[in-house]
T-cell receptor, first 112, second 119 residues
């Protein structure tokens, strides 16, 4: 099976712009979770989607949003980018009730 | 809220030797899952091993094994016969069992241990 894919892999944006990141889960996986990884804050949970519904959300401002489509692909959007949003954004898919999450290669976002 | 602590920021081991990475966690839950993930320089997070809290038997995956001490809330990873390809950041992670059934599938990570395998 193909693994989790994320596009784009690298992105450079300017402060104030918005960005959309995409994640395609492993075939058959219906749950997609997003995490932000930074040197200062480590790995932090953003949100999780299952069957097109957001089931859980981390402690991030409303500028961070996401959605999931009927084919389980997910997108996350960050509006009004700030310098502190520069990070590696990781997507993970899983097949509940199995707990294992499988990660994609990540999208490296740089905000200038 | 659950917390995961990895007290060893960096470790080094010689090829073919054995190394143990430490992890402690804090939770009031009785049923949960623990994981070790590996993140090599490529930044791809790779699942190494998982442990169910209700299982007393320690999980093993080839050269990787865990020492799970539920009462002490300790979950260490032992890597035997270390290889150069084991060089990576290793993250310990926690998930409540409620997350498995669908109410909240969320991993809480520790800060990681950077492992360097040398010749």
């Amino acid at each position: 099976k193909a693994g989790v894919t994320q596009t784009p892999r690298y992105l450079i944006k300017t402060r104030g712009q918005q960005v959309t990141l995409s994640c395609s889960p492993i075939s058959g996986h219906r749950s997609v979770s997003w995490y932000q990884q930074t040197p200062g804050q480590g790995l932090q949970f953003l949100f999780e989607y299952f069957s097109e519904t957001q089931r859980n959300k981390g402690n991030f401002p409303g500028r961070f949003s996401g959605r999931q489509f009927s084919n389980s692909r997910s997108e996350m959007n960050v509006s009004t980018l700030e310098l502190g949003d520069s990070a590696l954004y990781l997507c993970a898919s899983s097949l509940p009730p199995r707990p294992e999450q499988y990660f994609g290669p990540g999208t490296r976002l740089t905000v200038t | 809220a659950q917390t995961v602590t990895q007290s060893q920021p960096e470790m080094s081991v010689q090829e073919a030797e054995t190394v143990t990475l430490s992890c402690t966690y804090d939770t009031s839950e009785n049923n949960y899952y623990l994981f070790w993930y590996k993140q090599p320089p490529s930044r791809q997070m790779i699942l190494v091993i998982r442990q169910e809290a209700y299982k007393q038997q320690n999980a093993t995956e080839n050269r990787f094994s865990v020492n799970f001490q539920k009462a002490a809330k300790s979950f260490s990873l032992k890597i035997s016969d270390s290889q150069l390809g084991d060089t990576a950041m290793y993250f310990c992670a926690f998930m409540t069992s409620a997350g498995v059934t669908g109410t909240a599938s969320k991993l809480t990570f520790g800060t990681g241990t950077r492992l360097q395998v040398t010749l």
